[in-house]
């Protein structure tokens, strides 16, 4: 019987754990978790203070094929879109800041490179795939979340920061 209890527990346990983490993801309409990185120019970005705006989080990493590979066209939807009220911000997630300012310079990224040495905002975000990118509304609210990369991805977001900045 006691066995039998221990696996119960344990099965509740792992229920709770599991309900945590879905409910830390970021859902579609929920706010958008804030957080306050340093970024790669020296300043400090928090997100909150980017209410009002449309904001793109591009979590990447130096080791990620597929986002060394996007970056660019990120880096196009920043210079279309950037004076019209969008924010994008590349979260990188390697523990040498030097290695994730080198790469972004190397790929002609002007967007702000945000430095998540410690992991603790994709964890937040419940991130397990790179590269992922989260598209926020104006209100702070998570609209839209795209795990991986695929080519022509970014005819989507090109969409859905549009039709954003139309709200």
Known sequence: MPLLRSLAAFALAGATLAAHA????PAPN??????????ADGRNVR???LRGQVVLVNFWATW??????????LDALYAKYHKSGFVLLGVNIDDDPHTAVATAQKLGVSFPVLLDTDKQVSKLYQLA?????????????????????RDGVEGEYDAQIRGLLKE
């Open 64 to 73: 990620c094929g597929p986002c060394r590979e996007e970056m660019p066209k």
């Open 47 to 49: 997100l909150e203070e």
């Open 129 to 149: 795939t790179m590269p992922s990118t989260v598209v926020i509304d104006r209100d702070g609210r998570v609209r839209f979340l795209h795990r991986g990369y």
């Open 22 to 25: 879905a409910a830390a993801t």
């Open 30 to 39: 929920a706010t958008a978790p804030d957080f306050t990185l340093h970024a």
